[in-house]
């Protein structure tokens, strides 16, 4: 771009961000009356409104709007086709986390609150907040009396916080959708602890497996324990199969998929500032796992797969002892995967391995997951979304390949690039009570949206 089309392209986003200013209220309003739709997905509760309020809002704007029906939460879509030769698709969810416990916020989870220049309540940070962010951002460049320079898809769905269970149900329906799209905005990110705003560019995928084990009909006095079986010892037995000491996998064929990390992805992970000293402030630890140093725990946080107890129940809880023989205990593991493992493959081989060592009678009970999705560092769109990262915020944005959780990303990873980013901080207490952003983080956030949409100016097929 030369200079001159760079300033052109400056003054026209310079009356989007006058607009985003003067929206600002209105856009609280609308985060405030979606906020009070307590759409909390684990508790099937509230997502045809969420829904019907994300189609409103889409609506109101000039999209296109569409709902799917998926068994589960239903999911929206909007279409704004201006005949750009570009797609810019973006993904959110209507749905939250649920509030409780309840006493532990400073004010009604359902009700936004605004205090100390930020927006408080359940969704703000994850992802109400960017919801209507994105669409106010869309919202101030048409007012500009701008032309788009990309066509604009939404996908918005309702049951994220609950694994997205029934996303490949819209998905079969709607796959044409996905056609034509040239990159991604996921649904969450923010600044970090060093004021700088991050992209991550995918998530690890994950396998959620209940394993239980019955060893008796009933269960028996402890008396016995010289001749009866555990079921807690023979479960922890199973699981000692799964798992070195080094934390190394034994699941035949575990690593087999795995593809390498390229330099490119090592530099950006050096680059990385992992804060390992405040991890360890903070959950009370002096040193990481299997011994790492602070620089292995990084690399491995975003390129090793994971075998995870979750939770194991067995025998005697209660307070006080009661000596017993327990005839049954259930074991939740979850194995987060990293690119080209999946999910289906690393189940059958574990039934298998688990099988070969004399453990068929420990049953998976129930299982899900999903594969992981990760866009390439050295992609277009993200060179675009860095430039505009500059323009906004005046600093190259803190990539990390991958986030350590998981997403259904790969539905659409798999056809388009994806850079997930946002306007959340490092105490917006995601998932956790007093959720919020800061005022000036929703604004900019806005920004940002309006200037990517202007970077596909430059970014002509
Ligand atoms: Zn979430």
């Not at 560019?201 to 079986?229: C, E, N, R, W």
């Not at 037995?237 to 799964?242: F, G, M, R, T, V």
Request: proline letters at 5%; charged letters at 25%; one cysteine or more.
């Amino acid at each position: 771009m030369n200079n001159k089309s760079k300033k052109v392209l400056l003054l026209s986003l310079e009356k989007v961000f006058a607009n985003i200013e003067k929206q600002k209220e209105q856009a609280i309003q609308e985060l405030s009356d979606f906020v009070a739709i307590p759409s909390v997905s684990a508790k099937n509760q509230s997502l045809d409104e969420a829904a019907a309020y994300a189609a409103k809002l889409l609506k109101q704007n000039g999209f296109v709007v569409k709902q799917f029906e998926t068994g589960g939460g239903p999911v929206v879509t909007g279409f704004m086709d201006v005949g750009a030769p570009r797609t810019l698709m973006i993904y959110d969810h209507a749905d939250v986390q649920p509030a409780e416990p309840f006493d532990l916020w400073e004010s009604d989870p359902f009700k936004l609150d605004i205090r100390e220049g930020r927006l408080w309540g359940r969704g703000v940070a994850d992802n109400k907040g960017e919801f209507v962010g994105r669409v106010n951002a869309i919202k101030a460049y048409l007012a500009a009396g701008l032309q788009l320079p990309c066509n604009i898809k939404f996908v918005v769905e309702t049951e994220e916080e609950s694994s997205s269970k029934n996303l490949t149900k819209y998905f079969d329906q709607d796959k044409n959708f996905f056609d034509d799209v040239d990159g991604c905005i996921w649904e969450f990110g923010g600044k970090n602890r060093e004021g700088l705003q991050e992209f991550v560019l995918g998530v690890k995928g994950i396998l959620y497996v209940q394993l239980s084990v019955q060893t008796m009909t009933i269960d028996s006095h402890s008396a016995s324990a010289t001749h009866l079986p555990n079921a807690a010892e023979r479960l922890i037995n199973a699981y000692k199969l799964l798992k070195d000491s080094s934390g190394k996998i034994l699941i035949p064929h575990f690593y087999d998929d795995i593809e390498e990390i390229s330099n490119e992805e090592l530099e950006v992970i050096k680059k990385y500032n992992f804060y390992p000293e405040k991890i360890k402030e903070h959950f009370g630890i002096t040193t990481f796992r299997y011994g790492l140093t602070d620089e292995e725990a990084k690399i491995a946080y975003f390129t090793k797969p994971t075998c995870n107890i979750c939770g194991f129940t067995a025998g005697w809880q209660g307070e006080g002892g009661k000596t017993v023989i327990p005839k049954e205990a259930t074991m939740k593991i979850d194995f987060r995967l990293v690119k080209n493992q999946h999910p289906t493959t690393i189940q059958k081989n574990l039934r298998a391995y688990l099988n070969e060592h004399g453990f068929k009678d420990v049953q998976i009970d129930w299982s899900n997951g999903y594969p992981p999705s990760k866009t390439a560092i050295n992609s277009p769109f993200v060179q675009l979304c860095r430039e505009a990262n500059l323009q906004v915020y005046g600093h190259e944005p803190a990539i990390q390949p991958t986030s350590g959780g998981s997403g259904p990303m790969y539905l659409f990873g798999d056809h388009m690039p994806v850079v997930s980013l946002g306007s959340g901080h490092p105490d917006s207490n995601s998932h956790a009570p007093n959720e919020n952003i800061y005022i000036d983080d929703f604004l900019n956030g806005m920004k940002m949206i309006a200037t990517i949409i202007d970077q596909f100016k430059s970014w002509q097929k």
